[in-house]
C-alpha cells in the first residue's frame, strides 16, 4: 500500500497499467524544475540582473507558473537580495499557494565593446566606491 499522503503536500495516486500496484507521487517528488527550487510551498527563481539594473533599478520580466509578470528592482540593489511574489509558489492542499522569491544575482558582462570597456573604465576611475572599504 502507498504511504499515507503528507497534509500540507498535494499526493497523486495512480496504478501501474501492467499490475494491480497502486503508487503515490508526492509533488516534492517531481523532478526538478529548470528554473524553480521548491522549498514546501514556496518557489525560489536565481533573477539575474545586469550591473546597472542593480545600481539604477528598473522593472524586469520574471517567470512564474502562471506566465511572466513584471517585477520592480529598487536601486541599489545587491547580490543575494530577495523579490517576494506573494501567492506565486506551489498550491496547498487547504486553499491558497506558497510564495515565490526571486533571488537577486548581479551577472557581469564576459564579453565587451571597446566602447563599454571605456565606459567601465571610466567609471573606475571617477567612482569613489570601495567594496572593500570595510576591510580596513
Known amino acids: 500500500p502507498p504511504p499515507p499522503p503528507h497534509p500540507d503536500h498535494p499526493t497523486f495516486f495512480f496504478n501501474d497499467s501492467d499490475t494491480t500496484e497502486l503508487y503515490s507521487l508526492s509533488i516534492h517528488d517531481a523532478i526538478p524544475h529548470r528554473l524553480f527550487k521548491a522549498a514546501e510551498h514556496d518557489l ?10 542593480a545600481v539604477l533599478g528598473g522593472e524586469i520580466e520574471v ?7 513584471k517585477v520592480n ?5 545587491r547580490a543575494g537580495q530577495k523579490l517576494r511574489l506573494a501567492g506565486k509558489g506551489l498550491p496547498k492542499a487547504k ?6 522569491y526571486c533571488v537577486l544575482q ?6 565587451l565593446s571597446d566602447e563599454e570597456k571605456a565606459l567601465y ?5 571617477r567612482s569613489s566606491f ?7
Open 121 to 125: 573604465e571610466s567609471l573606475a576611475q
Open 73 to 77: 528592482v529598487r536601486p541599489g540593489s
Open 44 to 53: 525560489y527563481l536565481e533573477l539575474p540582473v545586469a550591473p546597472w539594473e
Open 130 to 136: 570601495d567594496p572593500r572599504g570595510h576591510f580596513e
Open 63 to 69: 517567470p512564474t507558473l502562471d506566465g511572466r509578470v
Open 106 to 111: 548581479i551577472v557581469t558582462p564576459t564579453v
Open 95 to 100: 486553499g491558497g499557494h506558497g510564495d515565490l
